[in-house]
């Protein structure tokens, strides 16, 4: 889901490939197994002289005496697949069944488990875990294969090359003799680790490709999962809380008299900024908070509207800003124009509203402490407990669970902090559990953004001159400051920049502008997010003045872009675009590459007289290079195109004097069960490196949706999400 372009995508020139710089090493495993140590190189350079001074693995293989193949995941399961698809990649190059390997989740430590497409942070997202994976982990398989292998021979006295493995064995076919891999492990791991292995060619693979059951559903089904919320260490109380409703607010004065006297409440903990109830359950520390009468200085932001904010950013975009990419001379291009078109988009604030909700668990003693979490930055929750209770790095452990929905949320630790500063006034551990309306109206939200587009179009209505002008508020340079360079953030302007049509003249510029109060994060598939929707919307409307079929329109623009032009004309295809549809109903088309992934989407809407859309079909096409487990894919694919279609048809987020003015499900709407269209996924065969699945979907379908729209009512949304009065039927 996160950060975008922090390092080439598949497709994209690197000079510090994986493929040259990972590498493996071998160690005897406690009982006598086989440990493989493989680290991958970091983003940046800080990372890389750090770990030149010592060695700094950051992922482990490890074969028991028993056979059971051990990975320990530098990423985490929030529902995406991870938990399946990697171990698929040490499987397939280790010959052996998925169901041989065990999973463990990696402990906090940034230099061990960094994530080398994330500037070696330790994270999950941007939807780069399977293409950082992709290389390294089928090379520790292949390895591990090949020391097996040799072990095997040498025990045999033959050549390794009579050798092969098969199903947790290595057998020598002259002789029929064969050893498994638990007998091999405490051999293979005094053997020298080869230079180089030869990866299996795809013709050869008998896991990737294929529909392989996840590994998470069966704990998940019969209710053994542990999530987050999940963690009840003994004496465990349970805590919730009410934070300052004004964003930057403090507290003035709390009377706790009828709180302390509800059954079951112990203790109530008073911060600057919020007040928590302590209790032996849920149900009384809810009752307790809403018996506490808390008076509240509001700050500085007591007046703060979202029509203030948006004013804001609507001004700033009168000026020029930082450029992201400048091809040829815009200015020339737009004054020999034939026509001129011009449009202004905005696109809301938006909460991440996850299942579950946030919550974390701490237990603060004298000299360390303790935390149970679903975190996507697992190191960086362990620093945020650190700082908040003094301690040495090395006196906090972390605990880190299944998540019940990240979408970005949980690449924030203020929850953690939030935690922490409650558990140290309670004596032994507390579990901190958000409300669903203190989780949405304290969220970091999605950013709004003000958009500026125009464009000069020639005598035959094809562009030729592209102007993108935007100002919104950057999460990139608080999150990772040293990503932000000249004004300039590569994951805000992921999907603006690098398109794929051939433009001959453009220019993008983006205005970094922080809205005041309002703490913003990245939101499943960020920068795409909001400009997917922008330029896949204006480039309708160049279809549309230049009175062409959009599709058509398209494709023109595509020869350069063979991948996307192929899944356009899929998605096309099986659309059935062009085909007639009823009076208000209409189809829509988006094109992307963005996650190192090309998609199309083609939505089929209907909007009834009172202007209520209705999303009947969607259909996706995709190219993603090589698919590692399909199922996964079009699960990716149906859950993204869900949560996007809820943003365009309900997701806001509206501050009135200072306050988010949504607070649960009736008020922030979730699509329903009876909305959903029916979901078609068709996937491209390719052979080119994966590229991620987790968020395309997202920014694809909103766009779709709005051209949809405007094929059903001829009315052009350019403000998310969709405003039903604006689409009522004429009387």
């Not at 809403?290 to 904010?309: K, M, S």
């Not at 979408?407 to 953690?416: A, N, P, S, T």
């Not at 209505?461 to 932000?484: D, K, Q």
């Not at 491209?684 to 979907?697: F, R």
Request: hydrophobic share 45%.
């Amino acid at each position: 889901m996160i950060l975008g372009h922090l390092t080439p995508r598949p497709g994209q020139s690197d000079p510090n490939t994986l493929s040259r710089r990972g590498f493996l090493q071998a160690g005897a495993a406690a009982g006598g197994g086989l440990m493989l140590s493989l680290s991958w190189p970091f983003a940046d350079g800080e990372a890389d002289a750090a770990a030149a001074g010592a060695f700094a693995p950051n992922a482990f293989i490890r074969i028991e005496g028993d056979g059971q193949i051990v990975l320990t995941m530098p990423y985490v399961e929030m529902g995406q697949g991870d938990y399946t698809a990697i171990p698929m990649l040490i499987a397939e190059e280790l010959e052996v069944g998925l169901d041989q390997v065990r999973l463990e989740h990696a402990p906090p430590n940034e230099k061990l488990y960094g994530n080398p497409l994330i500037a070696g942070v330790q994270a999950t997202g941007g939807s780069t875990a399977i293409p950082a994976a992709w290389e390294p982990m089928r090379r520790a398989g292949a390895t591990a294969r090949a020391m097996l292998m040799s072990a095997a021979a040498s025990r045999w006295n033959v050549d390794p090359e009579s050798c092969r493995a098969n199903g947790g064995e290595v057998l020598h076919a002259p002789t029929g003799r064969r050893l498994k891999y638990g007998e091999l492990a405490a051999d293979a791991a005094s053997m020298p680790v080869p230079a180089s292995v030869v990866l299996k060619r795809s013709e050869a693979f008998n896991l990737i490709g294929t529909p392989a059951k996840r590994l998470d559903s069966p704990v998940k089904v019969n209710g053994s999962a542990v999530y987050g919320i999940d963690a009840r260490p003994p004496g465990v109380k349970i805590a919730t809380l009410a934070q300052s409703p004004v964003f930057g607010g403090r507290v003035k004065n709390v009377d706790d008299t009828a709180a302390k006297a509800v059954n079951g409440v112990r203790q109530i903990v008073r911060l600057d900024d919020a007040v928590a109830v302590v209790a032996d359950h849920m149900g009384a520390a809810k009752k307790g908070l809403a018996a506490l009468t808390i008076e509240w200085d509001q700050g500085p932001h007591a007046q703060l509207t979202t029509d203030e904010i948006a004013r804001g950013l609507e001004k700033a975009t009168l000026n020029p800003g930082p450029v992201a990419q400048n091809i040829g001379n815009v200015e020339k291009a737009m004054a020999n124009a034939a026509t001129r078109v011009e449009a202004i988009y905005q696109v809301p604030f938006l909460a991440h509203a996850t299942m579950e909700p946030m919550n974390c668990t701490v237990d603060v003693r004298q000299d360390s402490c303790e935390v149970w979490v679903g975190s996507q930055v697992l190191a960086r929750a362990q620093a945020a407990a650190a700082k908040v209770t003094g301690l040495p790095l090395e006196k906090v452990v972390v605990h880190n669970h299944l998540i019940g929905g990240g979408f970005g949320r949980r690449l924030e630790v203020d929850g953690v902090a939030r935690a922490v500063e409650i558990a140290k006034h309670v004596e032994g551990p507390v579990k901190v559990v958000w409300t669903r309306e203190e989780d949405i109206q304290h969220d970091m939200y999605r950013p709004y953004f003000f958009d500026r587009m125009s464009a000069g179009l020639d005598e035959k209505g094809m562009p030729v001159a592209w102007s993108h002008r935007f100002a919104g508020s950057s999460i990139l340079a608080r999150f990772l400051p040293r990503a932000f360079k000249h004004g300039l953030d590569p994951d805000t302007t992921d999907g603006a920049i690098d398109l794929a049509y051939a433009l001959p003249n453009m220019r993008v510029e983006y205005l970094r502008v922080e809205p005041p109060g309002i703490p913003t994060a990245f939101w499943r598939s960020v920068g795409p997010s909001h400009n997917v929707f922008v330029t896949e919307s204006f480039i309708d409307e160049l279809a549309a003045a230049a009175k062409q079929d959009a599709v058509a329109y398209r494709r023109a623009l595509l020869d350069k872009s063979p991948r996307a032009k192929a899944v356009l004309e899929l998605a096309a295809e099986k659309a059935g675009w062009g085909q007639p549809l009823p009076e208000r109903a209409g189809r829509g088309v988006s094109v992307q590459f963005v996650f190192g992934t090309n998609m199309a989407q083609v939505a089929e809407v209907e909007v009834s007289k009172d202007g209520a859309v209705r999303v009947r079909r969607v259909v996706c096409a995709v190219d993603c290079g090589v698919v590692v487990n399909p199922d996964i894919v079009r699960a990716q694919v149906e859950g993204a195109v869900i949560f996007g279609i809820t943003a365009a048809l309900y997701g806001e987020i509206t501050l009135k004097d200072g306050r988010v003015e949504q607070a649960n499900f009736d008020t922030y709407q979730m699509l329903r069960i009876s909305e959903a269209p029916a979901i078609e996924v068709h996937i491209v065969q390719s052979s080119e490196p994966p590229g991620g699945m987790g968020e395309p979907g997202t920014s694809a379908i909103v766009p779709a949706v709005a051209n949809a729209i405007f094929a059903a009512t001829g009315k052009r949304l350019r403000k998310m999400p969709v405003d039903a009065s604006a689409l009522k039927q004429p009387a």
